[in-house]
T-cell receptor, first 113, second 115 residues
Framework: DQQVKQNSPSLSVQEGRISILNCDYT??????FLWYKKYPAEGPTFLIS?????DKNEDGRFTVFLNKSAKHLSLHIVPSQPGDSAVYFC????????????FGQGTELSVKP | AAGVIQSPRHLIKEKRETATLKCYPI?????VYWYQQGPGQDPQFLIS???????DKGSIPDRFSAQQFSDYHSELNMSSLELGDSALYFC??????????????FGPGTRLTVL
């Protein structure tokens, strides 16, 4: 049972435009959500996170939006740059479950010059 | 800044052999997590340790064991290796203090190939 889902395996965006990566979850007990970026042969790199008590968190070009009623979150990257091309994983955790991360399947973002 | 260190980066073993993967967390991080990522899959949680005690256990086979030592480094021991154990194994660390208690920072991973 996939508790965190990223339904788009890939996304292609033109440089300078906005990239929007989506993530849905089923477990209403999740209280913390994170986005990771991963290059081949490297470990996931932490990008940005959001607590369930917030609906938006912004860090430079990256903004994460959380819609708890829809159990949906999204990562906005603006403006997109070719160096952003990577696989993006959405992850969720539940405080009472020791902080382990439940990952989505990942979305491969390609930013074209 | 210091990151999570994993060794070895690559490991090739035969079926039924044993393997030991090591993880050195970011200094002052007290929690270590192990994840397994199969080909084309998302990382799956295996086991975690907080202050040298096992804190949670996921889909880790009985053939695998792990521990966290007094210097906070952790080792994942894998015995009776099977072909299906071939995967990337990631270690992540976090600090239990402050608000970012579950912002986990990942190491580069160990690629285990079982022949």
């Amino acid at each position: 049972d996939q508790q965190v889902k990223q339904n788009s395996p890939s996304l292609s965006v033109q440089e300078g435009r906005i990239s929007i990566l989506n993530c849905d979850y089923t477990n209403s007990m999740f209280d913390y959500f994170l986005w990771y970026k991963k290059y081949p042969a490297e470990g996931p790199t932490f990008l940005i996170s959001i607590s369930s008590i917030k609906d938006k968190n912004e860090d430079g070009r990256f903004t994460v939006f959380l819609n708890k009623s829809a159990k949906h979150l999204s990562l906005h990257i603006v403006p997109s740059q070719p160096g952003d091309s990577a696989v993006y994983f959405c992850a969720a955790s539940e405080y009472n479950q020791g902080g382990k991360l439940i990952f989505g399947q990942g979305t491969e973002l390609s930013v074209k010059p | 800044a210091a990151g999570v260190i994993q060794s070895p980066r690559h490991l090739i073993k035969e079926k039924r052999e044993t393997a030991t993967l090591k993880c050195y967390p970011i200094p002052r991080h007290d929690t270590v997590y192990w994840y397994q990522q199969g080909p084309g899959q998302d990382p799956q949680f295996l086991i975690s340790f907080y202050e040298k005690m096992q804190s949670d256990k996921g889909s880790i086979p009985d053939r695998f064991s792990a521990q966290q030592f007094s210097d906070y480094h952790s080792e994942l021991n894998m015995s009776s290796l099977e072909l299906g154990d071939s995967a990337l194994y990631f270690c992540a660390s976090s600090s239990s203090s402050g608000r970012a208690y579950n912002e986990q920072f990942f190491g580069p991973g160990t690629r285990l190939t079982v022949l």
